[in-house]
């Protein structure tokens, strides 16, 4: 089982305000490489409550790459393996969003959403990254940093995958999901054909 999880950091409530990615390979549940970047978001303002969540600060970014500078990184650690956020609502929209901010042609790469894979086989008070993570004893330190939670959320996959004996494919054949990709639809289930 192979995919890469992935986190965003946004400057303010623009989801397209990209400050900061991480990006985590796994193979059979291992870390095989991983990716971490400050980004410049090219913003009017980063907001005091984004700041007071993630810590960056319009300093940090100073003389940090564009999206449109990292593209090729970004699309190159990815490769043609399956994308995994925790909450991908937010996390790949915003790629969208950047994307599309810099008027980019979005790469149709594929998706899943551990949230929504909590949210279907847990039935807990909260399938919030750290709750989820906590529940599998997975590292929770340094929340909030793009790397950190882009660990946390392939582990979390892993984990809950491991622990129900299935793969991407049986959960998403079990629970009616169609993968979500990039620029064409989300990580939602499949409408039932009416007979």
């Known amino acids: 089982m192979k995919y890469v999880a992935l986190d965003i950091e946004t400057a303010n409530r623009e989801r397209s305000s990209i400050c900061s990615i991480g990006m985590v390979k796994f193979e059979s549940g291992e870390i095989i490489d991983e990716f971490y970047s400050l980004i410049d978001p090219e913003v009017d303002y980063f907001s005091y409550m984004n700041i007071d969540i993630h810590g960056i600060t319009e300093a940090d970014v100073a003389g940090k790459p564009t999206l449109p500078e990292l593209q090729g990184d970004l699309e190159t650690f990815i490769g043609n393996d ?5 909450f991908s609502q937010f996390d790949m929209y915003g790629i969208q969003d950047a994307y599309n901010k ?4 979005i790469p149709p790469l594929n998706y899943i959403c551990s949230y929504r894979l909590s949210k279907s086989l847990y039935q807990f008070p909260s399938h919030k990254l750290v709750q989820m993570a906590e529940y599998f004893n997975v590292k929770t330190d340094n929340h909030h940093n793009a790397l950190a939670d882009a660990r946390m959320a392939g ?6 995958l491991k622990e129900h004996n299935m793969s991407i494919e049986d959960f998403n054949t079990n629970y009616n999901y169609q993968l979500g990709t990039l620029g064409r639809n989300g990580y939602t289930k499949k409408r039932r054909s009416r007979s």
């Open 82 to 86: 399956i994308m995994v956020a925790h």
């Open 102 to 105: 810099y008027r980019l042609e």
């Open 155 to 160: 582990h979390i996959t892993y984990n809950i």
